[in-house]
């Protein structure tokens, strides 16, 4: 299959082109900055369009020679998920990019949402539940959302939401809560600042992401908004208290230094019963043990507990 993934050098799209090529799909690689891509093993095996999707294009789907199917994974600006310009400017131009994508011809779409989609509810998220959006970002995700399934009914097309919870691993954010605590063991610091840490989220290393959304891309008979997650409650304590163990380290921890975001509920996760019916797995495996503390860069920001989302 030919497929195009824009967002190609971002923190999902590099796994995303990799495992592609290793499943002997054709690939088309979409992202601003030629000389990053550059620095992937993947570069020389795809072909390259070095653009912005948000730029006007006049037939997308012809520049990107026709493809079979579009991983959907740029979005800019992130992690200021409270900035206005999701809704004024990223929506719009995401929007008309893949709406010009599916009049030239794409039959099968899929596009990276987020949990927090779903607002501040707590508890296990089910893509049935009712979206509740509650900052910029998450508001501009669901509108694109709405407006595609809108768009299928005028060109018929395939549309596959993924939701991605909490993702962490190799090429995130160099600020995000483990990386942080690590530089702070290296330099032999005293303490290490971080929220209360009592907030349960949901994560899944982003080698796996990655895998499930190819897997979703080629499924042929797979259709509407799937949560892309472990469907397990991991503490960020535990992550941080797992993860400083496996270091052998003895800095002190400043539990509560931080406030809790408004716009994240203190306890919630995914429901991964219909991923996992789609991609017919046995079952989704949690973040436990090994898996928790060999990651060098998990998925929570340390003053926020945030992950980075996407890219």
């Known amino acids: 299959m030919k497929v195009v993934v824009t967002g190609a050098t971002g923190f999902i799209g590099r796994h995303v082109v990799a495992e592609l090529l290793q499943r002997g799909h054709s690939v088309i690689a979409v992202a601003r900055d030629e000389a990053k891509a550059h620095r992937f093993a993947w570069f020389e095996r795809v072909r390259f369009v070095a653009c912005d999707v948000h730029s006007p294009l006049d037939d997308p789907w012809k520049l990107f020679d026709r493809p079979d199917a579009a991983m959907h994974l740029a979005w800019p600006g992130l992690p200021n998920y409270k900035a206005l310009f999701h809704i004024a400017v990223n929506f719009p131009a995401d929007f008309r990019f893949l709406r010009l994508l599916v009049e030239g011809g794409l039959a099968r779409l899929l596009v990276t949402g987020t949990c927090l989609e779903y607002g501040v509810c707590d508890g296990c998220l089910s893509e049935n539940a009712v979206t509740q959006p509650s900052t910029p970002y998450a508001i501009a995700k669901d509108t694109l959302r709405k407006s595609l399934q809108w768009l299928q009914r005028e060109r018929p097309f395939s549309l596959r939401w993924a939701r991605l919870f909490y993702l962490y691993g190799p090429g995130q954010n160099s600020g995000s809560l483990l990386p942080q605590l690590d530089r702070a063991i290296d330099n032999a610091h005293a303490t290490f600042d971080m929220s209360r840490g009592e907030q349960l989220r949901d994560y899944l290393p982003v080698e796996t992401a990655a895998s499930y959304l190819i897997r979703l891309i080629e499924e042929e008979d797979c259709e509407g908004v799937f949560n892309v997650c472990s ?54 495996k949690p973040l436990t043990g090994d898996s928790v503390t060999s990651a060098a860069s998990c998925a929570a920001g340390s003053s926020t507990t945030r992950v980075q989302d996407v890219r």
Do not use: Q, T
């Not at 496996?246 to 975001?261: C, K």
């Not at 716009?263 to 019916?277: H, T």
């Open 231 to 284: 469907g397990e409650p991991v503490s960020v304590r535990r992550l941080v208290e797992m993860h400083i163990a496996n270091r052998r380290a003895s800095l002190r921890i400043n539990y509560g230094h931080y406030a809790v975001p408004d716009y994240e509920p203190m306890a919630f996760w995914g429901d991964a019963r219909k991923l996992a019916a789609a991609l017919k797995l046995d079952g989704v």
